[in-house]
């Protein structure tokens, strides 16, 4: 399933590539609401759920790298900046 077929950004959101470890290849570029959607959608294909998607989302939106990066571990996931727009930097 390509999840981020669907998804859309606007001009003011900043953009996140979210990596799946366990499936080589599998990387989307979003905006920041959408982390947690898509994490979920990944762990619902393996059978789990985890309320850390949420703090996973909200780790990466306000620039809390080292959170980020944990609870990334725990969910095995990566989560990077990919581009910051001018009217989302002002």
């Given at each position: ?23 080589t ?9 959408e982390?947690?959607h ?9 059978g789990?759920?985890s309320?850390?998607?949420n703090?996973l ?5 306000i620039?809390d ?9 725990q969910l ?6 990919v581009?910051?727009?001018?009217a989302a930097?002002?």
């Amino acid at each position: 399933m390509r999840l981020a077929a669907y998804v859309t950004r606007t001009d003011r959101e900043p953009l996140y590539r979210v990596t799946d470890r366990l499936h080589t290849g599998r990387t989307v570029q979003l905006p920041g609401r959408e982390i947690a959607h898509v994490v979920s959608a990944w762990l619902a294909e393996l059978g789990a759920h985890s309320p850390l998607v949420n703090d996973l989302e909200r780790a990466a939106r306000i620039g809390d790298w080292a959170a980020a990066h944990a609870v990334g571990d725990q969910l095995s996931v990566h989560v990077a900046l990919v581009a910051v727009t001018a009217a989302a930097a002002a």
